[in-house]
Every structure is written in C-alpha cells, then in structure tokens.
C-alpha cells in the first residue's frame, strides 16, 4: 500500500544484506598431523562454525590431515607442493581462486607460500602467511617481497628478526598462538591411561617428552637428561610419546643403556589430555620452537614445565614461576631441574597451579582465533573492517612496560 507524501508514517528502510562469510583458502604445506597442522585445524573449527568463515584447505595428499579437516567442516582440496611448483598447478589454484570466490589466502610453509602467493597475485586477491618457526628463513623472506604478501607470526622473536630484515611493519603482524583452557585442564589419574599401559603405580614420579620425534625437538638430549635423572631417582621413570623419524634410533640408544624399562618410548594418541594428566612433569628438549602447542597445552592441564630458552617459550614458561628455562642441548641443567621439580611435592604443586593461570590469562585459544580473525577480515575487506582492527601492525607487548620501543603505563 502507498502512504501519503504527509503521513507521518515511513517506510522502513531495509536492513543491509548480511555480509557472505569470509571465504578463506588455507594452503598447507604437509600433509601430517604435527603442531602447524593442528593449528590450521583448531581455525577451522574455532571460526568456521561462527557464520562469519568459511574455509577450504588444500594440501598435498589425502591422510589423517584431510580427514580431521573434513570432521570440522572443512573443504578439502589436493595439489601437489612442490618447492618449485609448475606453472600448471599456479594457474589452477588461481582459478578456483576466483570459481569460489576466495576472499583471502592464508599460507603455511614456504612451497605453500609460494604457490599461494603466486596464485593470489594472479587472481587479485590478498594473501597472507603465518610463520610458525622462530625465525622468519629466507624463502619466506623473498616470496613475500615477490607477491607482497602478509606475514604473521607466532612469537616475538620471529616479529623483531622480521623488523630487522626490513620487513614492513604494515605488511607484519604478531598473532600468537593460544590453548583451549577448557578443553585442556587438570583432572584424575585415568585408571585405564598411560600408567596402565606402562605399568606403573600411581605414586611413582613420571617426567614426559610429548612432541614429534625429529631432530629439532632434540628428543635424544631428553633422553640423555632422562638417563641422568635416574641415576638419582632410581624409582623415576621417564616416557616419550609421539611419532617421527627418530622413534627406532632412540629406542636403539635407550635399549643400549639398559633403560628400556625405565625410558619408555610411545607411540602417538589421538587425545593427549589423558597423558597429561599421568604425567608429574613435562619436559621440552627442543632446539628451535615457536610456540609450541604441546608446552602451552600441559600448561593449561596444570603440568609444571622444564623448557629450553629458544623462540617463543620464554613468552610461555615464567622461569621459576610455572616451571624452569635451560639452555638448549644442556642436559645436565635439564636433568638438575627435572630432579628439583620431580622431589619437591610442595614446588611441583605451585608451579603446575601458576601455569595453569598464566595459559587462562594470557594464552587463550578463543582470544587468539579472534585477534586472527580481525586480521583476516583486515586483510580481506579493509573497508568493512571495524575502525579498532584498523592499526596495520599488531606489535607485541614487552615485558618491562614497552610496546614497540615505547613506555606504556
């Protein structure tokens, strides 16, 4: 019905079209189940579900990976990754790029850098990358500079070292990574977990390594620590659960020294909060991290933590505090901190309540998927972005009181 031209009555204007969700097309370079990946997983599953994403991930190979995606409610694609990839592979990535109206593109590991990068460029759209390691290496550094590129990463280490290889600061970000507290919490002795297979009595002492076996965690430098432990500790024990290539060596080396009864190797789990919760200590040997899921998820299950300075983890483990910081490769000083923790009840107690404090207040998976997902929608649609997500850079805050070299109250 028309109304006067005088009535007093107006139309209502109709409301604006709700906004499609952000298409976003993660490109991964592995096709395993290890940290990165499970990160990529836990954003499908935090922000897919929201209304505001949708996602599809392409890796190299069908797998465990594929299948954890799809059980979230990802899409799944798969082309191979070369580190050079073929001109072909560029041009069809590009393709579904604009077929399925990606909105963003977000890389994981330099050969997906690369063919992401490429791919967006050429169906104009923004691409972004998150670093996982420590350190921003230098195929990462020149596909960047080559298709401009958005870089994210995990830890201040790797934000300052981009800083200072004249990377942009409105092309860097910081968006570390968080652990669901309430997924991952104290709990009972499982009656039917890790002691059970192990055969190990409830009150025996039990320091674990939980992590992929492979040379840059430096499992072999947990078990030398372990070694030395019980030597003092003559009823410890000591376990490692995960999988990688270095699963028959140590076990080789642990069978040398007669402590194959007392170092005990695993496989992996599906569900690791069990684990945690048998465990009195958890140990990471690494030589590189960044932030590391394993460290913050113990943590959040109110474990205290012996670490290795390196990366992001003095931005986890309050040394003294929620655990212990050693050098990396020291096993000696490894061994020195599992056997003060490991002995005194009292301490072990305190330390694994004050982690699990710091990972509820600082280190929270729901407030990390939504710094990502401002800048996300920052990258994607810049116009429709919320004026508070409109600061280019997020620098990272100092301990001491300064954000980006100035003081702050």
């Known amino acids: 019905m028309d109304l006067p031209s005088d009535s007093p009555v107006r139309p209502v204007p109709p409301s604006p079209a709700t906004p499609a969700p952000l298409h976003v097309l993660e490109v991964v370079g592995n096709g395993i189940v290890g940290g990165m990946e499970r990160c990529v997983e836990r954003l499908v599953a935090g922000l897919g579900g929201t209304g505001d994403f949708r996602f599809t991930v392409l890796c190299p190979s069908e797998g465990d990976f594929a299948e954890r995606i799809r059980a979230v409610g990802g899409g799944i694609g798969v082309v191979p990754m070369p580190e050079d990839p073929p001109w072909s592979s560029i041009q069809m990535v590009a393709a579904m790029i604009a077929a399925e109206r990606v909105d963003l593109v977000h890389a994981h590991l330099p050969n997906a850098h690369l063919l992401a990068g490429l791919a967006a460029r050429l169906a104009g759209v923004p691409a972004m990358t998150t670093i996982h390691g420590r350190q921003v290496i230098l195929p990462d550094l020149e596909i960047h500079r080559l298709v401009g590129s958005h870089l994210s990463v995990v830890c201040r280490q790797s934000y300052y070292h981009a800083l200072g290889l004249g990377v942009d600061r409105g092309r860097l970000s910081l968006e570390p990574n968080g652990v669901d507290v309430e997924a991952f919490r104290p709990g009972p002795r499982p009656g039917d977990g890790l002691r059970a297979t192990l055969g190990l009595a409830p009150e025996a002492l039990l320091a674990g390594f939980v992590g992929r076996l492979s040379p840059e965690k430096a499992p072999e430098v947990f078990v030398r620590a372990a070694a030395l432990l019980l030597q003092r500790l003559p009823d410890a024990h000591a376990v490692l659960v995960g999988e990688g290539p270095m699963k028959t060596q140590l076990r080789d080396a642990i069978a040398a020294q007669g402590l194959g009864a007392r170092i ?5 789990v599906d569900d690791v909060r069990p684990v945690f919760h048998d465990l009195d200590l958890l140990v990471s040997s690494s030589n590189s991290e960044a932030m590391p899921l394993a460290l913050m998820e113990g943590m959040a299950s109110g474990l205290p933590v012996v670490a290795t300075r390196v990366g992001g983890v003095p931005e986890i483990v309050a040394h003294g505090s929620t655990g212990w910081l050693v050098a990396p490769r020291d096993y000696e000083d490894l061994a020195g901190r599992m056997h003060q923790t490991l002995t005194l009840h009292e301490l072990r107690q305190r330390m694994g309540q004050a982690a699990r404090t710091r990972m509820e207040r600082h280190h929270r998976l729901d407030e990390a998927l939504q ?21 280019v850079a997020r620098e990272p805050r100092m301990a001491g009181g300064t954000v980006g070299g100035r003081k702050t109250r």
């Open 371 to 391: 710094r990502l997902a401002e800048r996300m929608r920052l990258l994607a649609r810049p116009a429709a972005a919320a004026p508070s997500a409109l600061t």
């Open 264 to 268: 005990h190797v695993m496989g992996g």
